[in-house]
């Protein structure tokens, strides 16, 4: 039978857990999520029918903080995928040394089908039944996959109704008109950025003279190829989302493909400046960088050998398996893991939820500044850990993460 998310995601934790010896009774409790709860909700439609939907929170360990992590809206989305990337959240909050632990929510829905207002009230409703298990001291939702600062805006109009008062720090990725901060909706793409010009740098490899492949063009695609693009002058030779996917090898005018995905229902299909390919020969495409910035398992045992990329980032959550990163890893092909090269987003919603508890906001310079900062010091810490142990960068990434874990349980005592 075919492994499960979580069993695949225990494989990786695992593997760093024996490589530090981690203390058994840690491991054990380490390995599960603490809680989840599972919601049943009606949403009213258009024509007057109810429909029922399913959602889910999930909070996998807040031994150094409150749970964070975004909301997923997706057909595909199952109480393992959500438990899953709650999983993954803690790690990240603790490599980028944030008092955070892991979290993340997701509703079983084709958003795409639904109207705008039908989307508001399905929001609306979703919030409020998961309002008494969140909280901004307990649990702080985001944007994920088909989620936005719109749908953040409703998510606090509506436990707003519940406290009486604006609790604006209760979910990140906000409007900046409502609480959100400057900077927040760039920051995952930026973060990708900022890791994939330090990897560069390891490999000897000057970031203006590279060329890169970009799977997924939403919040994290399209920010990753406009600010490698813009600011770090690289070449993006392809980009793909849902509807199509596309090669130019004098390079993309970013600016121009995002300006027609907008005016285009979100999608990049019928752009002309680009050769259609197909969704598997972006992927396996000769070049120096490859993004995956869409979904889990983009890269699996049964593509992992044609990978061609020198450098992987890994934009999305989980885009690799752990058999396909093995084939990676045994070709020389160095990958950035999740937890480090898409914390960006996660490190500016800590900023926001500081700014939002102190009422007191930042500029972009401030911003920017900061999380470069505290991604170049993810990934020196991963980086030398990689060394210490003689491992590759997700592994080392985890022995980072777990080791601050670790230390927060034990200190905190498990109760007896
Ligand atoms: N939004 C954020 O701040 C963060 C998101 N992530 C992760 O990044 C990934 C993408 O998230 P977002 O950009 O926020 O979602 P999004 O909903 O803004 O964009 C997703 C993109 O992926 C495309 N896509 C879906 N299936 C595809 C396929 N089979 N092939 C090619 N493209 C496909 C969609 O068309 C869309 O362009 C997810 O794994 C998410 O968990 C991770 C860290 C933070
Ligand atoms: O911004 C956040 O709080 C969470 C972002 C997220 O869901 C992720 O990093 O996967």
Known sequence: MAKSLYQQA????GHAADVMQLDPNIRKFLERPQRTLIVEFPVVMDDGRVEMFTGYRCQHNTARGPAKGGIRYHPDVTIDEVQTLAFWMTWKCSL?????????????????????????RLSRRFFYEIANFIGEKRDIPAPDVNTNA??????????????????????TGKPVEIGGSIGRNEATGRGVAVVASEACKLLDKDISKATVAVQGFGNVGSFSAKILHDDYKAKIVAVSDVSAAYYNPDGFDINDLIAYRDNNKGLINGYPKGQKITHEELLELDVDILVPAALENAITEENADRIKAKLIVEGANGPVTPAADRILVSKGIMVIPDILANAGGVTVSYFEW????????????????????????????????????????????????????AQAVKLRGIYP
């Open 96 to 120: 980028l040394n944030l008092p955070y632990g892991g979290g993340k929510g997701g509703v079983k829905v084709d958003p795409a089908k639904l109207s705008k207002h039908e989307l508001e």
């Open 150 to 171: 719109q749908v953040m805006a409703w998510y606090v109009d509506t436990y707003t109704m519940h406290t009486g008062y604006p609790a604006l720090g209760v979910v």
């Open 10 to 13: 225990l494989e990786v934790f």
């Open 354 to 405: 500081v700014q939002d508890l102190q009422s007191f906001f930042w500029d972009l310079d401030d911003v920017r500044a900061k999380l470069t900062k505290m991604m170049r010091a993810a990934f020196a810490d991963v980086a030398e850990t990689k060394k210490k142990y003689n491992v590759d960068f997700r592994t080392a990434a985890y022995v980072v993460a777990i080791e601050r874990v």
